[in-house]
């Protein structure tokens, strides 16, 4: 008997549940991110952004449901890989003047991680006709791309700091 020929419905579907772990796995980070943070604006930020992307989590939700699937997460190779990263980084530097630098570029790894997922997503909802999810996936896109622009203004500043011991 032949396999069951895969679909860009199967794999919306499969993309979509990999993104729901990843999510999940950002609200983690960022709480952890935020404790790590020296700098206020960057504490700040990470603090923000993990108030959304828990909103984000609940968008997700939504979406799995306008496609009629149950919302599963799947273990999603690259979070793990990004977040596991992030540890390495903040024992190597979690004391050193860098510290904010590394913990700033870590996160904007998931940010962009995130963005092209969101992109995929929102591109192949409106393919299949899914339109509510994807004003939903465009609008956890527009959140990403705001938190990436942020992160890249505070490292400019971080950065400098970091760089002199300052």
């Given at each position: 008997m032949?396999?069951?020929?895969?679909?860009?419905s199967d794999a919306f579907y499969e993309t979509l549940k990999d993104v729901y772990w990843a999510e999940k796995q950002s609200v983690k980070a960022l709480k952890?991110?935020?404790?790590?943070?020296?700098?206020?604006?960057?504490?700040?930020?990470?603090?923000?952004?993990?108030?959304?992307s828990a909103v984000q989590v609940e968008r997700?939700?939504?979406?799995?449901e306008l496609i009629g699937k149950s919302a599963r997460a799947k273990?999603?190779?690259?979070?793990?890989?990004?977040?596991?990263?992030?540890e390495e980084d903040l024992e190597d530097f979690g004391e050193t003047p860098a510290a904010d630098a590394?913990?700033?570029a870590c996160a904007q790894a998931v940010e962009h991680?995130?963005?092209?997922?969101y992109g995929t997503l929102k591109t192949w909802a409106t393919q299949l006709g899914y339109t509510d999810a994807a004003?939903?996936?465009?609008?956890?896109?527009?959140e990403e791309k705001k938190a990436d622009a942020l992160l890249s203004k505070i490292a400019e500043k971080i950065n400098v700091e970091g760089a002199t011991g300052a």
């Amino acid at each position: 008997m032949a396999a069951k020929q895969k679909t860009l419905s199967d794999a919306f579907y499969e993309t979509l549940k990999d993104v729901y772990w990843a999510e999940k796995q950002s609200v983690k980070a960022l709480k952890k991110s935020a404790k790590a943070a020296e700098h206020e604006e960057l504490r700040q930020a990470f603090v923000t952004h993990g108030e959304e992307s828990a909103v984000q989590v609940e968008r997700l939700q939504q979406v799995f449901e306008l496609i009629g699937k149950s919302a599963r997460a799947k273990t999603c190779e690259a979070m793990q890989g990004i977040t596991s990263e992030m540890e390495e980084d903040l024992e190597d530097f979690g004391e050193t003047p860098a510290a904010d630098a590394v913990l700033a570029a870590c996160a904007q790894a998931v940010e962009h991680y995130e963005i092209s997922r969101y992109g995929t997503l929102k591109t192949w909802a409106t393919q299949l006709g899914y339109t509510d999810a994807a004003k939903l996936l465009d609008q956890t896109l527009q959140e990403e791309k705001k938190a990436d622009a942020l992160l890249s203004k505070i490292a400019e500043k971080i950065n400098v700091e970091g760089a002199t011991g300052a």
